[in-house]
């Protein structure tokens, strides 16, 4: 495989994992600061409730948004496999 073609694949692999990685992440951040928020106004000491929350807000992300989120990793993994025959020597 010539490094130029594997350098874009890598590329490209880590451009559609950061697509599938960052609203997840996004939004569990958001989560946990106003659960945070929460927590210091009601002085509510309950370690466990916050990542209870984002675990369940990621969750809910992940079952209404993966398909959509994981599309892209879906056809460059098949782009791969269906040139995988071209870069061997």
Excluded: H
């Amino acid at each position: 495989m010539p490094q130029a073609a594997l350098s874009n694949m890598l590329y490209a692999m880590l451009t559609d994992a950061a697509i599938f990685v960052v609203p997840p992440l996004v939004v569990a951040t958001i989560v946990a600061f106003i659960v945070g928020l929460f927590q210091a106004v009601t002085q509510i000491q309950e370690q466990t409730l916050p990542q209870t929350i984002k675990i369940f807000v990621i969750s809910l992300i992940l079952i209404f948004f993966g398909t959509m989120l994981a599309s892209p990793l879906y056809s460059l993994t098949d782009q791969i496999f269906t040139e995988f025959p071209i870069y061997q020597r």
